[in-house]
């Protein structure tokens, strides 16, 4: 069944449980259905690496192996985000509604903070978005999700954004991303 269109917390809810009935784990629906709500905002309220052909093009370097470089990428931003209950609550210890959607704030004071910003050094991106890490924790393994670059070491806190360094590994995404792909994720 095809997801309805919109960002509305109840289309996100309505996508979530559309993904869930057709066998998705619920980590993975919420990511989908957050995926098409954010296509359909503004560029603006974009949450990850938004914007990547957009960046000034004296960003961009190109190393020996013909890897490019974008400095100073947005990765966050402060602002007002919906997650899913099973997002915020894997665990259920807050007794959060695993289906329902949640308005999370994230503030400057996280992004901004020296232990925030080391936390995003060397971390790989995929495209658009999917939770990442140990297949134990009921997260989608590396494996199984190609990563196309990673976040590098120069990651900064400037303007309301977290930014960094993203090195791309793989020239169909350097082509997609040069085409006008806005979304990618840390997952």
């Known amino acids: 069944m095809p997801l309805k269109q ?5 289309t996100i809810s309505k996508n979530i449980e559309t993904e869930i009935n057709a066998g998705k784990d619920p980590d993975q629906a919420a990511a989908i259905a957050y995926s098409v709500a954010r296509k359909n905002e503004d560029e603006a309220e974009l949450p990850m690496t938004e914007r990547l052909s957009e960046v000034n093009q004296t960003n ?3 190393d ?10 947005p990765i966050s931003k402060v602002g007002v985000f919906p997650y899913s209950g099973m997002q915020i609550d894997p665990e259920g210890e807050l007794g ?7 308005n999370v704030y994230r503030p400057e004071e996280v992004l901004s903070d020296p ?7 060397s971390l790989p991106w995929i ?4 939770m990442l890490g ?10 199984d999700r190609p990563a196309f670059g990673i976040i590098g070491d120069e990651v900064f806190f400037e303007d309301g954004y977290l930014k ?12 997609l991303i040069d085409s006008g792909k806005k979304e990618l994720s840390i997952g």
Request: glycine letters at 6%.
């Open 6 to 10: 919109g960002s509305s917390q109840k």
């Open 60 to 62: 961009r370097s190109v």
């Open 64 to 73: 020996i192996n013909g890897w490019t470089t974008i400095r100073a990428n």
């Open 96 to 102: 959060l509604d695993p289906n329902k959607i949640y």
């Open 115 to 121: 232990q925030t910003i080391e936390s995003f050094k």
């Open 127 to 130: 495209d658009d978005h999917e």
């Open 134 to 143: 140990s297949e134990k924790e009921g997260l989608t393994p590396i494996e």
């Open 164 to 175: 960094g360094n993203l090195k791309i590994f793989s020239d169909k995404m350097m082509e």
